[in-house]
């Protein structure tokens, strides 16, 4: 747990930066910052995309984890809790942007292999490398989030530590379990939901990321699926 409480305070840190930036920088400069967080935001999720070999699972992860997130209206229930931090810690920020800070911020940094593969290495093997790698990451882009989304970007720390916490401590009995194919596959699915959060910061088209949420654990299924079901693997 020691690296995981190390990444979740890193993302503290550096969303306190980005606030004291934001703060100090003239309300014009704002669209700036945003545009730039839009971009590199697209720039990581394309390439994390990349990462599937399987289009037909990863078509089908987005799609049903979609129709099962809508179903479920999880997006809302994230935007509520967001909105829950606010009220309690926040009551200055402006409405709708701690949510959304939050929201898009919890997605961006536990989507990914560092995420697993790093809370795995950690549990098994007593290894904090990969995880303290990620928390110099998710420091750094927490301070471009929380300059352009504000105070929510700091929360998604308890995300972090609630999603690597949990690996970490169940690495044991999951790790046999999760392959190279599944960690490319999650990693692509997680790319898809980046760029989505990238097209809403540029503007392009506001997309109800929080509801493909699911896409990730449809992924897991259709992998473990691969063997039974050959076409997937196509």
């Not at 920020?93 to 959304?100: R, T, V």
Request: with cysteine; glycine share 12%.
């Amino acid at each position: 747990m020691f690296a995981t409480v190390i990444n979740a305070l890193a993302i503290v840190v550096g969303s306190l930066l980005g606030l004291l930036i934001k703060k100090g920088l003239p309300e014009r400069y704002e669209r700036g910052i945003f545009a730039a967080v839009g971009v590199v935001t697209l720039v990581l999720g394309m390439k994390m995309a990349f990462a599937t070999t399987h289009i037909l699972a990863f078509a089908l992860a987005l799609i049903l984890g979609g129709l099962v997130g809508t179903l479920l209206d999880i997006e809302g229930a994230v935007l509520r809790l967001g909105e829950f931090f606010k009220r309690r810690f926040a009551k200055g920020e402006d409405d709708g942007s701690f949510a959304y800070g939050f929201l898009s911020a919890s997605v961006l940094f536990c989507s990914g292999a560092m995420s697993i593969l790093g809370s795995f290495r950690a549990g098994t093997e007593g290894d904090y490398s990969l995880l303290l790698t990620k928390s110099v990451l998710d420091g750094c882009l927490s301070i471009l989030f929380a300059s352009a989304m504000g105070a929510g970007v700091a929360f998604s720390a308890l995300s972090v530590f609630a999603y690597q916490g949990s690996l970490t401590l169940l690495s044991v009995w999951v790790k046999p379990y999760v392959t190279t194919l599944m960690l490319n596959e999650l990693t692509g699915v997680g790319g898809a939901l980046i760029l989505m959060i990238g097209i809403g910061l540029l503007d392009l088209r506001k997309m109800k990321t929080g509801d493909f949420l699911p896409a990730l654990l449809v992924t897991i299924l259709l992998v473990m699926a691969m063997p039974y079901v050959p076409f997937l693997a196509n």
